[in-house]
């Protein structure tokens, strides 16, 4: 899957989990003051983060390059130096020494000896 739908899909589980927490401290802990707060501070920091995550691929996502996909020609965005295709998960690396290896997420670490 490609690196910003990944970050997406974690950001909105946060918001849920948030919310579910926040729900969970109102209707079940309703008769203990000390739990309720515990787990509405837990589920509103849980959907801050996820405001966080959501501001992170906003600044993460200028830095991407776009691209044409060589699989489906559609126009996709690569993050790193090796990403996924949005729309059909192909591969794909900026990287010239790195073409047609196997690709892994361990080629977007800086100093990576290859
Ligand atoms: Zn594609």
Redesign the pocket.
């Known amino acids: 899957m490609a690196k910003i739908n990944r970050i997406r899909t974690f950001a909105m589980a946060l918001i849920f989990i948030g919310i579910f927490i926040m729900y969970i401290a109102i209707f079940v802990f309703s008769g203990s003051p000390i739990l309720m707060s515990i787990a509405m501070i837990i589920g509103f920091l849980s959907v801050m983060s996820s405001t966080l995550v959501y501001l992170w691929i906003g600044m993460k996502s200028t830095k991407t390059v776009r691209v044409q ?1 060589p ?2 020609e ?1 126009h ?1 965005k690569i993050l790193g130096r090796v990403d996924a ?1 949005m ?2 998960n ?1 591969p794909l690396t900026l990287d010239k020494e790195l073409e047609g290896k196997e690709l892994d997420a361990r080629y977007n670490r800086k100093n990576f000896q290859s």
């Open positions: 996909c699989n489906c559609k996709t295709c729309h059909c192909e």
